[in-house]
């Protein structure tokens, strides 16, 4: 495949080519109950060290609603770092990357953490666990504070929120826009407060969103403040 090619028609393999995938995963028992969890997820360029990705500020922060049914693919590291198992989900985001990379050839890292670590492959589940749990499994909990300014790195890094629309996650998202309040911020928003996800259900939908965020991405990257045209006909969250 020539370098002139558009990303949107890269497969899955021809992705895995260019980038590598790992999380962290770990496992808590809260209240007699088991919870498997992931904490951060690297999409990251196979020419970069993993030292330098582990330890260094990505390019870009998405975060999203949950890990889903992630798993890890190998034996978790001591600090509970494993190659993972991508999703369509995070070759969408491998897109993004290299559609900016047309403008900006520096989209090399892309840092995924979320509204809630808890791996639970239903949305259902999500939001059954959310009613009966604390915030402990957020990184965006004061209790996390330190965590969270470490995994946003600096502070003109762009944040992309694409987290859902549910109602379920209005407290949780909440309490996330107030801990971004400040950064460059991404995303497609009717409400103020749900982001569209990565991957709508109808193909032309998912191009728009990804031709949409490729644009918000560079004009983010030059310091820009405010908002384009958006295909889905919904306003934008300014960037701050």
Aim: cysteine-free; hydrophobic content about 45%.
């Amino acid at each position: 495949m020539s370098p002139s090619d558009s990303p949107v028609a890269w497969s899955a393999q021809q992705l895995l080519q260019r980038f590598a995938v790992r999380g962290r995963f770990y496992e808590r028992q809260v209240d007699g109950r088991d919870f498997a969890l992931r904490s951060h997820l690297e999409i990251f360029d196979r020419a970069l060290p993993w030292a330098r990705v582990q330890g260094g500020a990505p390019d870009l922060v998405a975060v999203m609603m949950n890990p889903g049914a992630s798993r890890p693919l190998e034996v978790a590291d001591a600090q509970g770092w494993a190659s993972a198992v991508p999703d369509r989900t995070q070759y969408q985001l491998m897109k993004l990357a290299l559609s900016a990379g047309s403008v900006d050839p520096l989209i090399r890292h892309i840092r995924v953490i979320n509204l809630s670590d808890l791996r639970t492959p239903k949305s259902a589940q999500l939001f059954e666990a959310l009613a009966t749990t604390g915030g402990w499994h957020s990184i965006f909990d004061t209790a996390r504070s330190n965590e969270l300014r470490q995994a946003l790195g600096s502070f003109d890094t762009p944040v992309l929120q694409a987290w859902g629309l549910s109602p379920h996650l209005k407290a949780l998202a909440d309490t996330a826009l107030k801990a971004l309040s400040g950064r460059p911020l991404l995303g497609l928003s009717d409400n103020g407060w749900g982001f569209r996800h990565p991957l709508p259900q109808r193909a032309d939908l998912q191009r728009a969103w990804l031709a949409q965020m490729a644009v918000q991405l560079a004009t983010a990257r030059r310091g820009w403040s405010g908002a384009a045209d958006d295909p889905f006909g919904t306003p934008h969250r300014k960037m701050a």
